[in-house]
């Protein structure tokens, strides 16, 4: 039986290779719902493009969760 450390590290590790965090996305994506906007995931670390539903114009691109917040409260 192995008795060495854990590899917990190993999860933590593979989380962090993500390009954002999921529950960040989907609740921009709650918010801008409502608004008439989509939020997706930029090419860029941890940055957002924001589209408007109806037509798929982008609104923004390259925000980052806090910009983007500010946004979908604009177009609100």
Sequence with gaps: MHTGPTR????????TLR???PAVLED??????KAGLHVADA????RYSIRKVKNGKLVAKNVDAEEALR?????K
């Design 28 to 33: 921009l994506n709650k918010k801008a719902k």
């Design 43 to 46: 090419k860029k670390r941890d």
């Design 71 to 75: 946004v979908i409260k604009q177009y």
């Design 8 to 15: 917990v590290a190993d999860r933590s590790k593979a989380f």
């Design 19 to 21: 390009r954002y965090h």
